[in-house]
């Protein structure tokens, strides 16, 4: 498998809501979010969604998004995506999930299909006031089992007899 990257989503939650449980065994948090933004790349387009989270008592957090991309061109796309957002080594909070696609613009249906990755982090402005979210979404390409180039095994990560790796 490969990943082919199809576009870029920057946007921000200009509003938002969140409850927090605390019991015995620790505090989980659900929220619901109002996204908007915009994608750039293979679609171009206004981006608009509904984010339902939950924080875990790990502090992980699992975007679950459900949303439209209204393209340039004026196709209608709608989006699922969901995954999970944690801090990193150097304190960004890192997204990592997967998004499906659907829509009835036939110049789009190829989406329909596919199953895309998503990678990404949430960045604090410039000014101070807030943060931005930028994600990468990137097609799932299916390609045929065997050797890869390094020789490895597929999902062994390991050589097969006879290798010199």
């Known amino acids: 498998m490969r990943l082919e990257?199809?576009?870029c989503v920057t946007f921000s939650t200009p509003e938002s809501w969140s409850v927090r449980l605390d019991g015995q065994d620790g505090s989980e948090g659900q929220s619901f979010?109002?996204?908007e933004g915009r994608s750039t790349g293979r679609l171009s387009a206004r981006y608009r969604a509904a984010n339902f989270p939950r924080r875990r008592t790990d502090g992980v957090v699992t975007p679950d998004f459900r949303g439209?991309?209204?393209t340039d061109d004026g196709a209608v796309i709608l989006v699922e995506w969901s995954g999970f957002a944690s801090s990193g080594a150097n304190g960004?909070?890192?997204?990592v999930g997967r998004m499906t696609h659907v829509t009835d613009d036939a110049r789009y249906s190829w989406l329909n299909?596919?199953?895309c990755a998503v990678a990404g982090e949430v960045r604090p402005r410039t000014d101070g006031e807030g943060f931005d979210v930028v994600i990468e979404v990137?097609?799932?390409v299916w390609e045929p089992l065997g050797r890869t180039d390094?020789?490895?095994e597929p999902g062994?990560?390991?050589h097969g007899a006879g290798s010199k790796a």
């Open 5 to 7: 990257p199809l576009y």
């Open 33 to 35: 979010l109002i996204a």
């Open 68 to 70: 439209v991309l209204e």
């Open 92 to 95: 960004v909070r890192e997204l």
């Open 113 to 115: 299909d596919r199953q």
């Open 138 to 140: 990137a097609e799932l």
């Open 150 to 152: 390094t020789g490895a």
């Open 156 to 158: 062994t990560g390991r």
